[in-house]
C-alpha cells in the first residue's frame, strides 16, 4: 500500500501554501514566491484550470477514438505550471510522457498537445522554438538527453552563463539506469541542470514505497547533487524551489534535484484501471489536496478571484477545449512513407532501401505508384 498524506513525512517538504489556502513564510524562499505578485498567480490559476480541461479533453479523446492512448495529469497541475514558470525563455525542456502542463506552459497549444497520440506526427511542435523536446516515453531517457545538451551548453559558454536544461520524469524513473548515469554525469561535471522528479506516489500499479526505502530526493543526492523536497500541490512553492534550483544552474553552481511530491489523480494512461491497486480512501484523501483549489482559495480570500473572473477562466478553458477537439480531429492522416522522414539530418542509404522497401510493399495493396508518389522501385516519378 502506498503512504496516505497523513503518513507522509513532511518535514523536510518546503510549502508556502497550504491545503486551506494559507500562506507560509520561508526564509529560503520567500524573495522568490514575492516574485508572483497577485496577477501572475491569478494566471497560473487560469493555466492550471485550462490545463485541467485540456487533460480532460485528452482522455474523451481517446474514449472516443481519436486518440490511441493519453496519459492524464490530473492532480499535477501546480508540479508542473510551476516549474514552466520559473523556467528563463532560453532554457531547454526535456520532458515525460505526462507532461502536457509543462509544454502548455512553454506556449504550446491545441492539436500540437495530441497529434503524437493520434499517431500522425512524430513530434506535435517544433523543438527548438518552444525549447522543449518531444515529450519521451523511454522511461527516464530524457535525462541523458538534457545532460548532453547541457554539456554541450556549457562548453559553448563556459559555467558562467549558461541557459539551464530542466528534465522532468516519475518517481518510478529514479530507479532507471539512464537516471542514474545522468545524475552521475551531470554531478561530475556541474552540469546546469535541473531534475525535476514528479513523486505521484504511483509508477503504474507500484507504490512509491516499493519503489524506494527512503526519499526519493536520497537519490539525488547520493550523488552529491543539491537535493530538495517540495510540496508539489502548491504551485508557489514548486516556482520558488525551481527558480532557485535555475538560479544555481545559471550561475554555474550544478545540478539540483527537486523532488515534487504530489498524486496522479487518475489512471497511467486511458489503458490502466487504478481501482485494481489503490483505494477510494487514499484517492479522496490526495483530493483534499487539490492544487487548483488551494491556490482559488488564496485568491478569493485576496479578493483577486471574484465570480467574473471565474467565468472567464471557465470560458477560456473550454475555449481551449473545444479548439484541442476540433483540430485533432481535424488532423489529417500522415503519408505512409513519410516515415521515412527526418530519422537522420540527410540522406542515408539505409532509410533509402527501407522506404523503397516500404513503397514496394504497399505497392502490393495497388495498381500503380502509391499515394505519396513512389513507385515499386521506391523512385518518385520524377527520379524515375
Known amino acids: 500500500m502506498a503512504r496516505k498524506p497523513a503518513e507522509l513525512d513532511e518535514s523536510d517538504i518546503v510549502q508556502l501554501l497550504d491545503p486551506t489556502g494559507e500562506r507560509h513564510a520561508s526564509a529560503e524562499y520567500d524573495a522568490y514566491a514575492a516574485e508572483l505578485g497577485a496577477e501572475d498567480l491569478l494566471a497560473v490559476y487560469r493555466d492550471m484550470v485550462v490545463v485541467r480541461r ?3 479533453e485528452g482522455t474523451a479523446l481517446q474514449r472516443q477514438g481519436e486518440l490511441g492512448l493519453w496519459p492524464p495529469l490530473q492532480g499535477q497541475e501546480a508540479t508542473q505550471l510551476g516549474a514552466a514558470r520559473a523556467l528563463a525563455p532560453a532554457d531547454f525542456v526535456f520532458g515525460t510522457y505526462r507532461d502536457h502542463g509543462i509544454a502548455y506552459g ?5 492539436a500540437a498537445l495530441t497529434r503524437v497520440w493520434r499517431g500522425s506526427v512524430g513530434t506535435g511542435w517544433d523543438p527548438h522554438e518552444a525549447r522543449m523536446a518531444s515529450l ?14 547541457a554539456l554541450g551548453e556549457t562548453i559553448e559558454k563556459g559555467e558562467g552563463a549558461p541557459d539551464a536544461a530542466l528534465t522532468s520524469f516519475g518517481d518510478g524513473a529514479t530507479s532507471e539506469g539512464d537516471v542514474s548515469e ?22 503504474i500499479s507500484e507504490p512509491v514505497t516499493l519503489q524506494a526505502p527512503g526519499e526519493i530526493a536520497d537519490r539525488g543526492r547520493g550523488y552529491g547533487i543539491p537535493s530538495v523536497r517540495v510540496d508539489g500541490n502548491d504551485v508557489i512553492a514548486v516556482y520558488a524551489v525551481v527558480r532557485r534550483a535555475l538560479e544555481r544552474a545559471h550561475a554555474g553552481e550544478g545540478p539540483t534535484f527537486v523532488e515534487a511530491v504530489t498524486y496522479r489523480m487518475g489512471p497511467h494512461t486511458t489503458a490502466d484501471d487504478p481501482t485494481r491497486y489503490r483505494t477510494p480512501d487514499e484517492v479522496a484523501a490526495w483530493a483534499e489536496r487539490d492544487p487548483i483549489e488551494r491556490l482559488a482559495r488564496l485568491l478569493q480570500a485576496e479578493g483577486v478571484l471574484d ?8 470560458a477560456a478553458a473550454d475555449a481551449e477545449g473545444a479548439v484541442l477537439r476540433r483540430d485533432t480531429i481535424a488532423t489529417p492522416d500522415p503519408a505512409p512513407l513519410s516515415v521515412f522522414d527526418h530519422v537522420y539530418a540527410g540522406p542515408h542509404p539505409a532509410i533509402d532501401r527501407e522506404r ?6 504497399l505497392d502490393g495493396f495497388a495498381d500503380g505508384p502509391t499515394p505519396d508518389g513512389f513507385t515499386p522501385d521506391g523512385l518518385t516519378e520524377e527520379e524515375r
Open 54 to 56: 485540456i487533460d480532460a
Open 307 to 314: 465570480a467574473a473572473a471565474e467565468a472567464e477562466v471557465a
Open 182 to 203: 545522468a545524475m552521475v554525469f551531470a554531478a561530475s561535471f556541474r552540469l546546469p541542470v535541473v531534475f525535476l522528479c514528479e513523486n505521484n506516489q504511483w509508477a
Open 356 to 361: 523503397a522497401d516500404y513503397a514496394r510493399y
Open 106 to 110: 512553454r506556449g504550446i497549444r491545441g
Open 136 to 149: 519521451q516515453v523511454i522511461i527516464g531517457a530524457q535525462t541523458l538527453h538534457a545532460v548532453g545538451w
